[in-house]
């Protein structure tokens, strides 16, 4: 079975500009879930989604967002790009929750982010 | 609200070793715990998870954590270190009762260095 993937693996934008991340779930799973990783302030989640819908978001500003299609594929959008948002974008799918029985995130290889 | 600290930034370890990579979380229910390795310019690797039952969890690659309730630890283990399992380690918890999404909080990351 395809791992998660992510592209571009790559990217170099200046201020100002906006950028869109993609990412593929492993085949079957419905929840997609985005981390922001940066030496300075490590692992953050930034949302998760779940059948299209947005069901859990970190503390980041509005600039960010996402969304999900209903092949479970996602992508988050960065608006008005900062120095700061230079970062590792990680993506991550597991299979549907079920109360109490939670399934394992998988991560993809993440989108490098470089903003100038 | 979920925590997790990971105290060591990094780790030295001579190959053929044991080694222990310490994490203590803190929710306020009862928890999931996960260890995750990464690699350079890799995403994170799933190794392994505590959800309920045996104290002592066994994952990839030969590590295994150990649950401890009472010192709310979840420590990484491996008998014998190589080479090869140099990389960042990360912790994640997340509150067992915490029925919206599939947010986990992830530790800071411990660097692990194998010396041959």
């Known amino acids: 079975k395809a791992g998660v993937t992510q592209t571009p693996r790559y990217l170099i934008k200046t201020r100002g500009q906006q950028v869109t991340l993609s990412c593929s779930p492993i085949?079957?799973?419905?929840?997609v879930s985005w981390y922001q990783q940066t030496p300075g302030q490590g692992l953050q989640f930034l949302f998760e989604y779940f059948s299209e819908t947005q069901r859990n978001k970190g503390n980041f500003p509005g600039r960010f967002s996402g969304r999900q299609f209903s092949n479970s594929r996602s992508e988050m959008n960065v608006s008005t790009l900062e120095l700061g948002d230079s970062a590792l974008y990680l993506c991550a799918s597991s299979l549907e929750w079920r109360g109490g029985l939670l399934e394992t995130q998988y991560f993809g290889p993440g989108t490098r982010l470089l903003v100038l | 609200a979920q925590s997790v600290a990971q105290p060591e930034d990094q780790v030295n370890v001579a190959e053929g070793n044991p080694l222990t990579v310490k994490c203590t979380y803190s929710v306020s229910g009862n928890p999931y715990l996960f260890w995750y390795v990464q690699y350079p310019n890799r995403g994170l690797q799933f190794l392994l998870k505590y959800i309920t039952g045996d104290n002592l969890v066994k994952g990839s690659y030969g590590f295994e954590a150990e649950f401890n309730k009472s010192q709310t630890s979840f420590h990484l283990k491996k008998p014998s270190a190589l080479v090869s399992d140099s990389a960042l380690y990360f912790c994640?918890?997340?509150?067992?009762?915490?029925?919206?999404?599939?947010?986990?909080?992830f530790g800071p990351g411990t660097r692990l260095s194998v010396l041959p």
């Open positions: 085949s079957g799973h419905r929840s």
């Open positions: 994640a918890v997340r509150d067992k009762w915490d029925n919206y999404g599939q947010n986990f909080v």
